[in-house]
């Protein structure tokens, strides 16, 4: 079992910053992939980042690549989302998820999830 918690949400205007962690419990941190996905009212849950367990490798989608940034420090069982220059449309509460057998850009293969954190960008 892995239990994870998302923190560091908030309202943050356009253009703005703002960096959301996932911090992990349970099982060896280093051998989980760790997305995040955001779901926005009305919406499904959406792909934003990913980063294998070791950090080497990271997946970003088209609408994020260049201004977010996943990261990972294994000796704190924590995983950043740094996210820069916001925009409106990235308001969407934010989940993380565990995965033991894919870095995945869809949910289905994150076995564990945290509660999720509000991410509101506004004027």
């Known amino acids: 079992q892995v239990q994870l918690v998302e923190t560091g949400g908030g309202l943050v205007q356009p253009g703005g910053s703002l960096r959301i962690s996932c911090v992990a419990s349970?099982?060896?941190?280093?051998?989980?992939?760790v997305g995040w996905f955001r779901q926005a009212p009305g919406k499904e849950r959406e792909f934003v980042a990913a980063?294998?367990?070791?950090?080497?490798?990271?997946r970003y989608t088209d609408s994020v690549r260049g201004r977010f940034t996943i990261s990972r420090d294994n000796g704190k069982n924590t995983v950043y989302l740094q996210m820069n220059n916001l925009k409106l449309e990235d308001t969407a509460v934010y989940y993380c998820?565990?995965?033991?057998?894919?870095?995945?850009?869809?949910?289905?293969?994150?076995?564990?999830w945290g509660q999720g954190t509000q991410v509101t960008v506004s004027s």
């Open positions: 998820g565990a995965s033991s057998v894919a870095l995945s850009t869809v949910p289905g293969p994150y076995r564990f």
């Open positions: 349970g099982r060896t941190f280093s051998d989980y992939h």
């Open positions: 980063i294998s367990g070791n950090g080497g490798l990271t």
